[in-house]
C-alpha cells in the first residue's frame, strides 16, 4: 500500500505524470486539502477557519498569487496536486490535472489538514481503512449540519467515512483524536441519517466501500468542506483539489501539534 | 438601562442580594458563562470549546476546587452569579442563588464568552437588543445543529435571538463579528426553522421578545450550548450559571482579542 515514502517522492511523481488518489502515499507525512479563493474572500476564508476548525484545521495559509507554501520546500501548488477543480458561481467549471491555467495573480491558497494523515495511525494498529485496503479513494458525504458562518462563507460539513465494528469504533477515535490538524476523533458513528445522509452506497465524491457484517460507518470531518461552501455561497472564483488527491507536505506528524 | 458600571458592582449588588438577568450591566465589561464540570472531565470539555469555538469561546479555566478566576479579582464563581444551577445525570437536579452547597472540591471551572459583550456596541450603534429595551431576558433555544463531540460530550447548539430589521442585519453581522471571544457574528438570521427552531414565542430559556413589523429573527452562538451539552450526554455532575445571569469580569472589551 505505501508507494511512497516522503511528500516530495509523491510530488515528483506527480510532476512525473502520476494521478490517482494520495490515501497511504508517503503515510508518515502530513496531507492537505488545497482552496484558493481571490484575495477578497481571503480574510472571510480565514475566519471560516477559525470558526471550524474540525472540519478546516488550517495549515497554512499563502500570500496572494504565491504558489508556494512553508510546508514543503520547492513546492509548486499549481501542479503538485494529483488533480484539481475549478469552482465559478458555485458550479464546477473545470477539472484538471494542473491548475496553472486556473490560478491568478489575486488568488491565496489555503491548505488544510486532511484525514489521510491519521490513517497510518490506523493501519499500525491493525484497522487499517477500507479504502486503503482496497485501493479506493475515501468516500465522502455531504450532511445536513451546518457550519457557523464567516461573511459571505456559508454551508454545510462535508465528511469521509470509514467501517469498523461496533466495538472498535471507541479505539478508533482514541487513535484519531491527538490528530487535532487532521480533523481529530470522528464526528459521529452510527445511523446515517443523524448527519442526513440516505445512501452510504452513493457518496458524494469519491467511491463507495463494503461492509462487513457487524459494521457500522464512522464519519470525519473532511477538508471537502470547502468546496461545498464554495458551492452553497456560490463563489465567483475558487481552485480546489480533486477530493483525495491531496497535497502531500514534507511535515512529518511528528512535527505537528497534537491534542 | 445601565444599571451598573464595572464588574466589581455588579459583583458586589449579587453579593448583597440582586437578581436578575445581567444584560446590559457594566456595559464596557467582558460577561461569561459558568460551567464546572468534575476534573475527569475537565480535558473533554476543553476539547469540546477548542472544537466548537463559536459556540464555547473558552475564557479561562479554573485549577480543580478553586474558585477565583484570572478575570476578576477577588471573584469567587459560587457567589457571584445572580443564578445557578446543578445537573445530575442529564437532568436539572436544583436551582439556586448561590453554588456553595453545590461546589466540589473536584470541580473545574470553565468561563466561556457570551454574546451579552457585544450588546453595548450594538446599543451605542443605534441598535439595542429587543430585551435588553424591554427588560427582559434575552430568548434562547436549542437548534438541531450537531456540535463537533469530545470524547463523552456531545450535544446541540443553542443560540441567543435577537430580531432585526431585514435591512440592518448586516450591520448588526459587522458589529458583532469582530467579538470572537463573544460569539462574533450570527450564526444564522431569517427561517428559525433553519435551525429546527419551531416556535419563537416559546423560547426554551429566557423570554419571548415581540417581532415588529419588517424584523427577522438574527441568531448567534450562545454560551448555553453546555447546558445541552450536559442534558444530552448525561454528565454526572455539573454546576452552571442560570441562562441569562452571567459573571461579569473586571475585564474591558478593548482589552481581550478581537478579529
Given at each position: 500500500?505505501?508507494?511512497?515514502?516522503?511528500?516530495?517522492e509523491?510530488?515528483?511523481?506527480?510532476?512525473?505524470?502520476?494521478?490517482?488518489?494520495?490515501?497511504?502515499?508517503?503515510?508518515?507525512?502530513?496531507?492537505?486539502?488545497?482552496?484558493?479563493?481571490?484575495?477578497?474572500?481571503?480574510?472571510?476564508?480565514?475566519?471560516?477557519?477559525?470558526?471550524?476548525?474540525?472540519?478546516?484545521?488550517l495549515?497554512?495559509?499563502?500570500?496572494?498569487?504565491?504558489?508556494?507554501t512553508?510546508?514543503?520546500?520547492?513546492?509548486d501548488l499549481?501542479?503538485?496536486?494529483?488533480?484539481?477543480r475549478?469552482?465559478?458561481?458555485?458550479?464546477?467549471?473545470?477539472?484538471?490535472?494542473?491548475a496553472?491555467e486556473?490560478?491568478?495573480?489575486?488568488?491565496?491558497?489555503?491548505?488544510?489538514?486532511?484525514?489521510?494523515t491519521?490513517?497510518?495511525?490506523?493501519?499500525?494498529?491493525?484497522?487499517?481503512?477500507?479504502?486503503?485496503?482496497?485501493g479506493?479513494?475515501?468516500?465522502?458525504?455531504?450532511?445536513?449540519?451546518?457550519?457557523?458562518?464567516?461573511?459571505?462563507l456559508?454551508?454545510?460539513?462535508?465528511?469521509?467515512?470509514?467501517?469498523?465494528?461496533a466495538?472498535?469504533?471507541?479505539?478508533?477515535?482514541?487513535?484519531?483524536?491527538p490528530?487535532?490538524?487532521?480533523?481529530?476523533?470522528?464526528?459521529?458513528?452510527?445511523?446515517?441519517?443523524?448527519?442526513?445522509?440516505?445512501?452510504?452506497?452513493?457518496?458524494d465524491e469519491?467511491d463507495?466501500?463494503?461492509?462487513?457484517p457487524?459494521?457500522?460507518?464512522?464519519?470525519?470531518?473532511?477538508g471537502?468542506?470547502?468546496?461545498a461552501?464554495?458551492?452553497?455561497?456560490r463563489?465567483p472564483?475558487?481552485?480546489?483539489?480533486?477530493?483525495?488527491?491531496?497535497?502531500?507536505?514534507?511535515?512529518?506528524?511528528?512535527?505537528?501539534?497534537?491534542?
Amino acid at each position: 500500500m505505501e508507494k511512497f515514502s516522503t511528500g516530495r517522492e509523491v510530488r515528483a511523481a506527480i510532476r512525473a505524470g502520476f494521478r490517482g488518489p494520495t490515501a497511504a502515499f508517503a503515510p508518515e507525512y502530513v496531507q492537505a486539502n488545497l482552496v484558493a479563493v481571490p484575495a477578497e474572500y481571503a480574510a472571510e476564508f480565514r475566519s471560516l477557519c477559525a470558526r471550524n476548525p474540525v472540519a478546516c484545521p488550517l495549515l497554512d495559509e499563502s500570500a496572494p498569487g504565491a504558489t508556494g507554501t512553508a510546508l514543503a520546500s520547492e513546492a509548486d501548488l499549481r501542479r503538485d496536486l494529483g488533480g484539481y477543480r475549478l469552482w465559478r458561481d458555485g458550479r464546477l467549471a473545470a477539472q484538471s490535472a494542473g491548475a496553472r491555467e486556473f490560478w491568478r495573480d489575486d488568488l491565496v491558497a489555503f491548505l488544510i489538514g486532511c484525514s489521510f494523515t491519521f490513517e497510518y495511525a490506523l493501519t499500525r494498529a491493525g484497522l487499517p481503512p477500507r479504502h486503503v485496503v482496497l485501493g479506493l479513494n475515501v468516500p465522502m458525504y455531504r450532511t445536513n449540519v451546518m457550519l457557523a458562518p464567516a461573511g459571505r462563507l456559508h454551508g454545510h460539513l462535508v465528511v469521509s467515512m470509514r467501517p469498523y465494528p461496533a466495538d472498535d469504533v471507541e479505539r478508533v477515535a482514541a487513535i484519531t483524536r491527538p490528530y487535532v490538524e487532521a480533523h481529530g476523533e470522528p464526528f459521529w458513528s452510527g445511523e446515517p441519517g443523524r448527519l442526513g445522509i440516505h445512501n452510504l452506497a452513493t457518496p458524494d465524491e469519491g467511491d463507495a466501500v463494503p461492509f462487513e457484517p457487524g459494521e457500522v460507518p464512522v464519519f470525519w470531518a473532511c477538508g471537502v468542506t470547502p468546496q461545498a461552501v464554495a458551492i452553497e455561497s456560490r463563489l465567483p472564483y475558487v481552485v480546489t483539489h480533486e477530493p483525495g488527491h491531496m497535497f502531500v507536505t514534507d511535515r512529518l506528524h511528528s512535527e505537528r501539534p497534537v491534542a
